[in-house]
Nanobody
Framework: VQLQASGGGLVQAGGSLRLACLAS????????MGWYRQYPGSQRELIAT????????YYIDSVKGRFTISKNNAKNVVNLQMNYLKPEDTAVYYC???????????????WGLGTLVTVSS
């Protein structure tokens, strides 16, 4: 598996979660990495990116000031710290490169299973 996201769960509004994405060394070392989320029936949207140099140069407006993307080069892991969660953050969260790496015809191999975040009001 090239990308494996974890750390989701059920949390009350105002709470926090920390997501982790284990990436293959090839993807991690050669690409800007991003966190995406997908609402039911919708396309995935890019919510945050971090470059190979560690620069965090993009956050979607709806998460600015609440979410922080970071990376651990030694472990090929990209994290997403999510604070002050809102019910509208409820979605499946994925990581991938930016632009996404789509080596396989099977989308599940490109994106992994994602991790479900549910925020209760």
């Amino acid at each position: 598996v090239q990308l494996q996201a974890s750390g989701g769960g059920l949390v009350q509004a105002g709470g926090s979660l920390r997501l982790a994405c284990l990436a293959s060394k090839a993807i991690f070392s050669q690409n800007t990495m991003g966190w995406y989320r997908q609402y039911p029936g919708s396309q995935r949207e890019l919510i945050a990116t971090i470059t190979t140099e560690g620069k965090t140069d993009y956050y979607i407006d709806s998460v600015k000031g609440r979410f922080t993307i970071s990376k651990n080069n030694a472990k090929n892991v990209v994290n997403l710290q999510m604070n002050y969660l809102k019910p509208e953050d409820t979605a499946v969260y994925y990581c991938n490169g930016d632009p996404p790496i789509t080596d396989y015809a099977d989308e599940s191999l490109n994106w992994g299973l994602g991790t479900l975040v549910t925020v209760s009001s």
